[in-house]
């Protein structure tokens, strides 16, 4: 599970769930008695029922099935793509990086 941690995971129909990171203590209540594998920064865990992983929304307390095993899992998490747009940079924090800005 640690090889998921960073990153986002892709459902088959192509949903994106946002960053997964190590799940840490206090779970919440409902939770005391799950395998909870890792959570999201919005409150929402990733659980392992039976043999599956699954998505515990923290609003609605309801799980959704997200793959058969944890290798599966695993398997369909990637980095998360991130679009840079250009922007200023501060002319003496770009010297310190041999970058040429743009007044």
């Given at each position: 599970?640690?090889?998921?941690?960073?990153?986002?995971?892709?459902?088959?129909?192509?949903?994106?769930?946002?960053?997964?990171?190590?799940?840490?203590?206090?779970?919440?209540?409902?939770?005391?008695?799950?395998?909870?594998?890792?959570?999201?920064?919005?409150?929402?865990?990733?659980?392992?029922?039976?043999?599956?992983?699954?998505f515990w929304d923290h609003e609605t307390g309801?799980?959704?099935?997200?793959?058969?095993?944890?290798?599966?899992?695993?398997?369909?998490?990637?980095?998360?793509?991130?679009?840079?747009?250009?922007?200023?940079?501060?002319?003496?924090?770009a010297k310190k990086f041999g970058i040429k800005?743009?007044?």
């Amino acid at each position: 599970m640690n090889r998921a941690f960073g990153k986002v995971f892709k459902s088959e129909n192509g949903l994106e769930y946002v960053v997964i990171r190590k799940a840490k203590l206090p779970f919440p209540e409902v939770l005391s008695t799950s395998n909870a594998l890792a959570e999201d920064d919005s409150g929402n865990y990733f659980v392992l029922l039976k043999e599956a992983v699954c998505f515990w929304d923290h609003e609605t307390g309801e799980n959704d099935v997200l793959s058969e095993s944890v290798n599966d899992f695993v398997s369909r998490c990637s980095s998360p793509e991130v679009e840079l747009e250009p922007g200023w940079i501060d002319p003496e924090f770009a010297k310190k990086f041999g970058i040429k800005s743009k007044p």
